[in-house]
């Protein structure tokens, strides 16, 4: 048996964080953890690489990414393990994503200037250069430009919920995502579920057939950890955890941070085996 941690919530610069695969795997094999998940933000385009630096440092990759959906409004994340990153379909359904995502920070970028809070559009995205856009990617560009004095406040007063240059992009439903994610072969997760506005909504998540909850997570205190752990158990689903690392967009969280046991992940394989949660 594996005695080793896994941390299944990772991203790198192929999404919003500042890490590379290859340091994202150096750190990993440093912290002597059995295995890891990249679950980029609506992209798979790292896995390949991903699974060069696996077998090189020894450090098992679980295939990822981290999907976005909408509730009654409401963003949501599920986390997916063991698609099919080369399967065709997929690939097409994630390029639409990113198309919608394209558009929505060109709508940002424009809104800003409206605004009069100049933004060079072709600049801003020569930074991003391949990546999937994200609101961190402008909040950067502010930062850097001195339009704003911390991350934060380009949050707080212009790019969430309710603020003058925020968009959403949707493209998918929670039991979209789901079925999505059971269609490429894979199991789906509620991610970091203490952030969700509306705690009953997780049992409605659980109802539409999600594989399992996040229940380890750095910011998540441990009466929360031992409620999800609870529900489900009660519910019968699957347990996973891990860092959400952002490299040092997000320093105070390092990999590792947080791991699971690798019990878990052989849990997961287990009912990939039998094809039933």
């Not at 109802?207 to 529900?231: A, C, F, H, N, Q």
Request: proline share 3%.
């Amino acid at each position: 048996m594996n005695n080793k941690g896994c941390d299944l919530h990772i991203h790198s610069n192929f999404s919003d964080s500042d890490a590379d695969l290859e340091t994202i795997f150096k750190q990993a094999k440093e912290k002597g953890l059995a295995c890891i998940a990249v679950t980029d933000h609506d992209t798979l385009e790292g896995m390949k690489l991903a699974r060069t630096y696996s077998k090189s440092y020894g450090v098992e990759l679980i295939e990822g990414l981290e999907l976005s959906a909408e509730h009654k409004g409401a963003e949501v994340h599920i986390l997916a393990y063991f698609v099919d990153s080369e399967n065709e379909e997929l690939k097409s359904e994630l390029a639409q994503i990113k198309e919608l995502r394209v558009n929505r920070l060109l709508w940002m970028a424009e809104k800003l200037n409206s605004l009069g809070v100049e933004v060079n559009i072709e600049e801003l995205f020569s930074k991003i250069k391949g990546a999937i856009p994200t609101r961190l990617h402008l909040a950067l560009y502010l930062l850097e430009k001195g339009k704003v004095k911390t991350l934060r406040q380009a949050f707080q007063k212009y790019l969430s919920p309710g603020k003058p240059a925020y968009r959403s992009r949707f493209k998918y439903s929670v039991e979209e995502a789901i079925q999505l994610i059971r269609k490429f072969g894979g199991l789906s997760f509620i991610a970091h579920p203490h952030v969700i506005p509306d705690q009953s909504w997780i049992e409605e998540f659980i109802s539409l057939g999600v594989d399992g909850l996040e229940t380890i997570y750095p910011t998540m205190s441990p009466v929360k950890r031992l409620l999800y752990k609870e529900m489900a158990i009660k519910f019968k689903k699957l347990q996973s955890g891990g860092s959400d690392a952002h490299g040092s967009y997000k320093e105070f969280i390092k990999i590792g941070e947080v791991d699971i046991p690798y019990a878990w992940v052989e849990d997961m394989k287990r009912c990939l085996e039998i094809e039933k949660c």
